[in-house]
């Protein structure tokens, strides 16, 4: 029984609401001149505001004849992050398409056969200019994992207090619906049950099998002031979980960040302190992943001409044999950047350290691959459109020209043995779709093949689906939110 089966059975005369935006208050875009244009354009001010507040959207489902093309419609994906395991690339952006809707939308693409899927969509809204991640499992699966705003109701589509961020994984399979798995809950007034920090998840999570290894960095738990790090372990895919949580308390924590080999052995890249104490520790995981040992530890300041980082500076890979781990520090300082490279080639019993200064901007990597056979490559996609290669992890190197557009803010790389994945994107406020790419590589980036606009539109990522496997967007009128 539910209200729709009396829908329009009222003797009243019903006036339909028209569609309503309000979205362009959000101070982050109101500088964009591509924000104001496309405000203009549909007669709305794009004023700002000193915070964004929810605002109503309802907008009725227009049914139309020929499917729109891109230059029809105004839409964008955005935020995507990206994996690549075994011949197939998953991407997970946050999808906009003209209606207002907040999703994140996971697609699929095999190599072999140059074939796209879509693994369903989720009505959610990732907290803007935060890191997300997206880890693809041997047995299929795909997850995504990052701070988000969620709707309290996926069929209401409510939006959840003003306070709350949450830190959830969101676990998607083929034929299924996705599956929202609640992990950190954060209220930033209360700190019930905790408040953590929500822009800090680069390299946070890792999949191996049904084996999952998450982390975040608290600074209230349960109302009381705190500055640590918790890991959470499932065994089982995400049906449960366990948290540990390291046996020394430190100062100044900073990031940590969570690597893998094929074998589920798990390793922990934390960096802390004050300078000139600034300090990183790399701890590893027994087969069983249920208790971790530090392996190694070093002060970094003076390697690194005596500055401090930010954690998103420290980039971080394990090789599938659990053989090669690297560690690359960074900072950039006017017209040098110094760098800080950590190599071992025996799973860490030992370390190799290599100090370099370099008198331009461009090399300021966000990400690192370590394969089995001592290859390495770092690069900055957000800066550069050059790939740094080495055979001997980083002891010499070489420059590697990326694919043509290898260079955007919105983009995301990974790599898995010597397969290399890379997406980007661009906003787009007028239906000009900038920069939906996908580009990969097969030989550890020597080559790399290009496939243009990855992301179907709306109503094609629908049809890509099995029956009862997505989300299905509610048709009533919703409220959501941007911030």
Request: hydrophobic share 30%.
């Amino acid at each position: 029984m539910s209200w729709k089966d009396d829908k329009n059975l009222g003797p009243w005369k019903f006036s339909e609401q028209p569609d309503r935006w309000g979205y362009l208050n959000n101070p982050r875009w109101t500088k964009d001149p591509k924000a104001v244009d496309f405000a203009s354009k549909v007669g709305l001010s794009a004023g700002p505001t000193a915070r964004h507040t929810p605002c109503g959207h309802w907008h009725k489902k227009k049914e139309t004849a020929v499917q729109p093309s891109y230059d029809d419609i105004s839409h964008w994906w955005w935020q995507p992050c990206i994996d690549v395991y075994e011949n197939t690339i998953a991407i997970i952006p946050q999808w906009y398409e003209g209606e207002a809707t907040d999703s994140i939308v996971c697609l699929v693409y095999d190599i072999p056969s140059a074939t796209w899927k879509s693994y369903g969509e989720y009505r959610i809204q990732v907290v803007y200019g935060s890191p997300q991640e997206c880890r693809i499992s041997s047995d299929g699966s795909v997850y995504h994992f990052g701070s988000v705003y969620k709707y309290e109701d996926q069929v209401s589509g409510d939006p959840v207090l003003e306070n709350n961020i949450y830190l959830p994984i969101i676990k998607f399979v083929e034929g299924k619906d996705p599956e929202y798995i609640n992990l950190w809950e954060g209220n930033y007034d209360t700190g019930i049950p905790c408040a953590f920090y929500d822009y800090e998840y680069t390299d946070a999570i890792d999949v191996i099998g049904s084996r999952i290894v998450c982390a975040a960095r608290l600074k209230k738990e349960n109302g009381d002031s705190v500055n640590k790090h918790q890991v959470k372990i499932s065994q089982d895919a995400g049906a449960s979980f366990t948290t540990w949580e390291f046996p020394n308390t430190l100062s100044g924590v900073q990031y940590l960040k969570v690597k893998m080999d094929s074998n589920g052995i798990c390793y922990l890249l934390r960096l802390f302190g004050s300078a000139p104490d600034n300090e990183f520790e790399v701890w590893k995981s027994n087969s069983g992943c249920t208790d971790f040992t530090k392996i190694y530890n070093r002060v970094y300041y003076g390697d690194l001409n005596n500055h401090t980082i930010d954690g998103m500076d420290a980039v971080f890979d394990v090789s599938e044999n659990g053989n090669n781990i690297t560690i690359f520090l960074h900072y950039k300082d006017g017209s040098n950047v110094y760098q800080a490279i950590y190599y071992s080639t025996n799973a860490g019993s030992s370390f190799n350290v290599i100090t370099r200064t370099h008198n331009y901007l461009d090399f300021y990597p966000s990400r690192i691959g370590v394969s089995d056979g001592n290859e390495s490559f770092v690069v900055h996609p957000g800066y550069s459109d050059i790939m740094y290669y080495s055979t001997d992890l980083y002891a010499t190197y070489s420059e590697i020209i990326g694919p043509d557009g290898f260079s955007n803010y919105y983009a995301d790389i990974a790599r898995h043995n010597r397969q290399i994945a890379y997406t980007e994107c661009g906003e787009s406020f007028d239906g000009d779709p900038d920069y939906q790419n996908l580009l990969y590589s097969e030989d550890f980036g020597q080559t790399w093949t290009t496939i243009n606009s990855p992301a179907p539109l709306y109503d094609d990522i629908e049809a890509l689906v099995p029956t009862g496997s997505v989300t299905e967007l509610p048709e009533e009128p919703q409220v959501w939110r941007l911030e």
